[in-house]
């Protein structure tokens, strides 16, 4: 549960809107954050942040489901589990619950670094849940390592996925755009044919 300065989440800012309708229900907390951050972070009141509503979106992920509240409404404590009192904004867990190695990728490693692919590799791995393979690399970004955490962005620029990579910034630089069979023609050697492993891939 979450205590904030106001009944909860708002479809607009109800401090500059007289008709900003209270959302009793989330169900898709990701779409929803993303809405959010695309229009005014006053829609979740003064009392929430993006940070703030990252990690109801984690709890979300994680199984755990929500509820934002006002703190300053007295014995809302007690409400909140009246079933007959609607009280604050109700976000419900995922249907699909991440699991707990998805969920460390995804909420709790700091990426080193990015990766930019083409519209294939981003619908191949969004629908149909495929790894991620160098020929659909366009580009790489920061200087990390072998194993480590990087963010997934498509050719607008944003986020997809994150996951762990098989090869270095370096390595991936050598070998964007090709297909694996001249991986270790360019390399000299082939770890994976995968940039990133779907079992080490999460879509956000």
Request: hydrophobic content about 40%; overall charge negative.
């Given at each position: 549960?979450?205590?904030s ?7 607009k800012?109800?401090?500059a809107?007289a008709?900003?309708?209270?959302i009793?229900?989330?169900?898709a907390?990701?779409g929803l954050?993303?809405?959010i951050?695309?229009?005014s972070?006053?829609i979740v009141?003064t009392?929430?942040s993006?940070?703030s509503?990252a990690?109801r979106?984690?709890a979300?992920?994680a199984g755990?489901?929500?509820v ?5 409404q007295s014995?809302?404590?007690g409400?909140v ?7 604050g904004?109700?976000?419900?867990a995922e249907?699909?619950?991440l ?13 080193a ?6 519209q ?10 495929k790894?991620?393979l160098?020929s659909?690399l366009?580009?790489?970004r920061?200087?990390f390592?072998v194993?480590?955490c990087v963010?997934?962005l498509?050719?607008d620029?944003?986020?997809f996925a994150r996951g ?12 964007k755009?090709?297909?694996?069979s001249r991986?270790e ?7 994976y044919e ?6 080490d891939?999460v879509?956000?």
């Amino acid at each position: 549960m979450v205590l904030s300065d106001v009944e909860g989440v708002y479809d607009k800012d109800p401090q500059a809107y007289a008709d900003a309708q209270l959302i009793p229900l989330i169900t898709a907390a990701k779409g929803l954050r993303q809405t959010i951050e695309g229009q005014s972070l006053s829609i979740v009141g003064t009392g929430e942040s993006r940070p703030s509503w990252a990690r109801r979106e984690e709890a979300a992920a994680a199984g755990i489901p929500t509820v934002i509240a006002s703190g300053l409404q007295s014995g809302i404590l007690g409400k909140v589990f009246e079933e007959e009192t609607v009280v604050g904004t109700l976000i419900l867990a995922e249907a699909t619950r991440l699991t707990s190695r998805k969920h460390w990728i995804a909420y709790n490693l700091k990426p080193a670094g990015e990766i930019v692919v083409d519209q294939g590799a981003h619908d191949a791995v969004v629908r149909k849940g495929k790894s991620l393979l160098p020929s659909g690399l366009k580009e790489v970004r920061g200087g990390f390592g072998v194993g480590e955490c990087v963010r997934c962005l498509d050719s607008d620029g944003r986020e997809f996925a994150r996951g762990l990579v098989n090869y270095s910034a370096q390595e991936l630089n050598q070998i964007k755009g090709l297909h694996t069979s001249r991986i270790e023609k360019m390399l000299g050697y082939k770890a994976y044919e995968e940039i990133i492993h779907r079992d080490d891939l999460v879509v956000l």
